[in-house]
């Protein structure tokens, strides 16, 4: 069992910053790849970044790249997501993932993910 739970949402303006943290814990919590997701209304939930359980490689969405940052500090079992040159269009839930089975690297696909955080509100004013 993994229990994940972010912090960091707000209120922001359009080429602010925010950075979001995600504290992880259980058993497997160190041992398991770590992404990103979110969600806008009425839209799908899409991933926005994601970083091994080594923290040796991350992965990007288009959209974010060149913008956002995910780390991990494995000692404190935390995974964060750096967002600069923030736009209206990044307004969403965030959700913050673990995939415990590692079948593979880490993906863009939800579904692949075990466990999921309860998500922090994001807004990005125009």
């Known amino acids: 069992q993994v229990l994940l739970v972010e912090s960091g949402g707000g209120l922001v303006q359009a080429g602010g910053s925010l950075r979001l943290s995600c504290a992880a814990s259980?058993?497997?919590?160190?041992?398991?790849?770590m992404g990103w997701f979110r969600q806008a209304p009425g839209k799908e939930r899409e991933f926005v970044a994601a970083?091994?359980?080594?923290?040796?490689?991350?992965y990007y969405a288009d959209s974010v790249k060149g913008r956002f940052t995910i780390s991990r500090d494995s000692a404190k079992n935390t995974v964060s997501l750096q967002m600069n040159s923030l736009k209206p269009e990044d307004t969403a839930v965030y959700y913050c993932?673990?995939?415990?089975?590692?079948?593979?690297?880490?993906?863009?696909?939800?579904?692949?993910?075990?466990?999921w955080g309860q998500g922090t509100q994001v807004t990005v004013s125009s």
């Open positions: 993932a673990a995939d415990i089975n590692l079948r593979g690297p880490p993906t863009r696909w939800d579904n692949e993910y075990d466990y």
């Open positions: 259980g058993r497997t919590a160190g041992f398991a790849h």
């Open positions: 970083v091994h359980r080594s923290g040796s490689s991350t």
